[in-house]
């Protein structure tokens, strides 16, 4: 089982953020340990634990960054990276761009035989709904780079939308329209370049 605890910790929007528990982030690394030894107490040891903390701190800051809520080596068994691409940037970046730059980031603390790493959730976004094409080619793309980043060993797409909270309206478009035929048919293509080992 793959289990990721308390993901994006290194920001300033989750429950369990230091600025939302007297800028405290052992609390988050105390209970990380607590749960990990009753898991283990109980017998539950087919799972792995994932460490997944957002690709920058929000805000930017010492005490934001993920280094203060790492748990003990012991307690985790993969690394997490999460990067986006909503669809309002003037030009998209790759996938392999924004996964390099994340491994790149943290390759000198969790070297590759030691933690592999996962992308527990990610998506490319059409913007105001305007960039479905750039968004379809993105996705192929995505699906032909996975080779260029073995340390990378799944990803899950990140498939609902984000909503502005005043008119109920999207704002980031990321859900999966299975009614979208070119959007399925980018997903397929992508797809089939893995199977085909390209």
């Given at each position: 089982?793959f289990f990721?605890?308390n993901n994006e910790?290194?920001?300033?929007?989750?429950?369990?953020?230091?600025?939302?528990?007297?800028?405290?982030?052992d609390?988050?690394?105390?209970?990380?340990?607590?749960?990990y030894?009753?898991?283990?107490?109980d017998g539950a040891?087919n799972?792995?634990?994932?460490?997944?903390p957002?690709?920058?701190s929000y805000?930017?800051?010492n005490?934001?960054?993920?280094?203060?809520y790492?748990p003990?080596a012991?307690?985790?068994?993969?690394f997490?990276?999460?990067?986006?691409?909503?669809?309002y940037e003037?030009?998209?970046?790759?996938?392999k761009?924004?996964?390099?730059?994340c491994i790149?980031?943290?390759?000198?603390?969790?070297q590759?035989?030691?933690?592999p790493m996962?992308i527990p959730?990610?998506a490319?976004?059409?913007?105001d709904g305007t960039?479905?094409?750039?968004?379809?080619a993105?996705?192929?793309?995505?699906f032909?780079?996975?080779?260029?980043?073995?340390?990378?060993?799944?990803?899950?797409?990140?498939?609902?939308?984000?909503y502005?909270?005043d008119?109920g309206?999207?704002?980031n478009r990321f859900?999966?329209?299975?009614?979208?035929?070119k959007?399925?048919?980018?997903f397929?293509?992508g797809?089939?370049?893995?199977?085909?080992?390209?």
């Amino acid at each position: 089982i793959f289990f990721r605890l308390n993901n994006e910790m290194s920001t300033d929007w989750t429950s369990y953020c230091a600025s939302c528990n007297m800028a405290d982030p052992d609390i988050f690394v105390d209970t990380w340990v607590r749960l990990y030894r009753i898991c283990e107490e109980d017998g539950a040891n087919n799972m792995i634990w994932i460490f997944n903390p957002t690709s920058e701190s929000y805000p930017p800051g010492n005490w934001s960054h993920f280094f203060n809520y790492l748990p003990p080596a012991e307690y985790m068994q993969m690394f997490g990276l999460t990067a986006y691409v909503s669809g309002y940037e003037k030009e998209f970046p790759s996938w392999k761009d924004m996964y390099q730059k994340c491994i790149k980031a943290n390759a000198p603390f969790f070297q590759d035989d030691e933690w592999p790493m996962c992308i527990p959730e990610y998506a490319c976004g059409q913007g105001d709904g305007t960039r479905k094409e750039e968004q379809y080619a993105w996705i192929e793309q995505a699906f032909a780079d996975t080779h260029l980043l073995p340390q990378i060993k799944y990803g899950v797409w990140f498939s609902t939308n984000d909503y502005d909270p005043d008119t109920g309206e999207p704002v980031n478009r990321f859900s999966i329209d299975i009614r979208d035929r070119k959007l399925m048919e980018a997903f397929r293509r992508g797809l089939s370049q893995i199977k085909a080992g390209e």
